[in-house]
C-alpha cells in the first residue's frame, strides 16, 4: 500500500515540476501564475514601472487624465501599500482594496464597487489595492484580489484603458504580476545612472513574463530631466524606444503639493506644452506601439556603459 502511494506522489510531484518548466518565466523562477479566469479582457491596459521616487504616480495620473480627454473611459489602479497613486485625481488618500476587505472578512460578496472606488478629475476611476502589512503577504494577492473584484462587479466592462502603477522598480513576486493583464508595460526613467540601471532590470522582468503572456515593451517615458541623451543611448543599444520626454518642471513638483494633475494646472506655456505631450503620449499607445522585444544588458556591462568617456 505505501509503495503504490509513493509511486502516485512521485508521478504528481512529476507532474509538477514538468508543469513549472514548461510555465516558467526564467531561470529559477518561482512566480505565481495569473488564473486564466481573472484575464482583462477589452480593455488596452498598460503597467508603469520604473526607479523608486521618480515620478509614476504623477506619470500615471497624468496620463489617465489625457486618455479622458480622448474621451475614453479610464481606470488607475494603484500598486503600492503607500496608496498614494491617485492622489492628485481624487484630492484624498482613498481606502485600499485590502483595507476593505479586511473589514469585511474578505467575503467580497459584501463590497459594492463604491466600497473601494473613487471617481476622480475628468471621469478617472481610482482604485487602491494597496499591500499586506511590511514585510508580510504578497503583493501579487492583492493585484489579484483586485482584478477579482473588478470581474466579479463588471466594472472592466465599461472601461476603455486600465493604468496599473507598480511599486518603484520591485519588479520580483507579486509586484510582476500587473505584467500577467498588461499589453504593454512602459518605463518611467530620469536621464541619469540610478534611473537607467533599473530600468535595465524591469526590462529584464518584462522580457522573462513575455515568455508566456502578452505583455511587451512599449517603451520608456523619459521624466524629470532636461536632457535625454543617456536614455537615448541605451535605448539605441538594446532596441528600446522613447515615447515622450516630461521635462523637468517646477510645475510637476507643484502640481504634487497642491493634489492636483497637470491639466489643472492653469494654462502658462509650460504648461500647455506639458499637458500636449501626455496627449501626443495617449494617443500614441491607443493607436497601439510595436511590442519591442529587447536583450537588457547584463549589470556589470551597464555599469561600464553609461556615462561619459
Not at 94 to 106: H, N, Q
Not at 109 to 117: A, G, N, T, V
Not at 165 to 175: I, K, P
Amino acid at each position: 500500500m505505501n509503495i503504490q502511494i509513493n509511486a502516485k506522489t512521485v508521478e504528481r510531484d512529476a507532474r509538477l515540476v514538468q508543469s513549472l518548466r514548461e510555465r516558467a518565466d526564467g531561470e529559477g523562477s518561482v512566480q505565481v501564475h495569473l488564473d486564466p479566469t481573472m484575464e482583462i479582457d477589452g480593455a488596452k491596459v498598460f503597467a508603469v514601472y520604473g526607479k523608486g521616487g521618480i515620478g509614476k504616480s504623477t506619470t500615471s495620473s497624468n496620463l489617465a487624465v489625457a486618455f479622458s480627454k480622448l474621451g475614453k473611459r479610464v481606470l488607475q489602479i494603484g500598486c503600492d501599500p503607500k496608496h498614494d497613486s491617485t492622489f492628485t485625481l481624487t484630492k484624498s488618500l482613498i481606502p485600499t482594496v485590502i483595507d476593505v476587505l479586511e473589514k469585511v472578512g474578505f467575503h467580497s460578496e459584501e463590497l459594492r464597487p463604491e466600497d473601494y472606488m473613487v471617481q476622480g478629475y475628468n471621469g478617472v476611476q481610482c482604485i487602491e489595492a494597496g499591500g499586506p502589512p511590511a514585510g508580510t503577504g504578497c503583493g501579487g494577492y492583492v493585484v489579484g484580489q483586485t482584478v477579482k473584484l473588478l470581474k466579479e462587479h463588471h466594472l472592466l466592462d465599461d472601461t476603455d484603458v486600465v493604468i496599473f502603477d507598480v511599486l518603484g522598480d520591485v519588479v520580483c513576486g507579486g509586484f510582476a504580476s500587473p505584467l500577467q493583464h498588461a499589453e504593454r508595460a512602459v518605463i518611467v526613467a530620469a536621464n541619469d545612472f540610478d534611473s537607467i540601471f533599473a530600468m535595465n532590470r524591469i526590462v529584464a522582468a518584462i522580457k522573462a513574463k513575455s515568455k508566456n503572456y502578452e505583455v511587451r515593451l512599449g517603451g520608456v517615458i523619459a521624466n524629470r530631466s532636461r536632457e535625454t541623451d543617456q536614455i537615448d543611448r541605451y535605448n539605441a543599444a538594446i532596441g528600446l524606444k522613447r515615447l515622450a520626454h516630461i521635462p523637468d518642471s517646477d510645475q510637476v513638483r507643484l502640481s504634487r503639493l497642491k493634489k492636483s494633475t497637470l491639466f489643472e494646472m492653469g494654462d502658462s506655456p509650460e504648461i500647455l506644452a506639458i499637458q500636449q505631450e501626455y496627449l501626443k503620449l495617449a494617443e500614441t499607445l491607443w493607436a497601439g506601439t510595436p511590442g519591442l522585444l529587447v536583450e537588457p544588458m547584463k549589470d556589470r556591462q551597464i555599469f561600464d556603459f553609461l556615462g561619459f568617456e
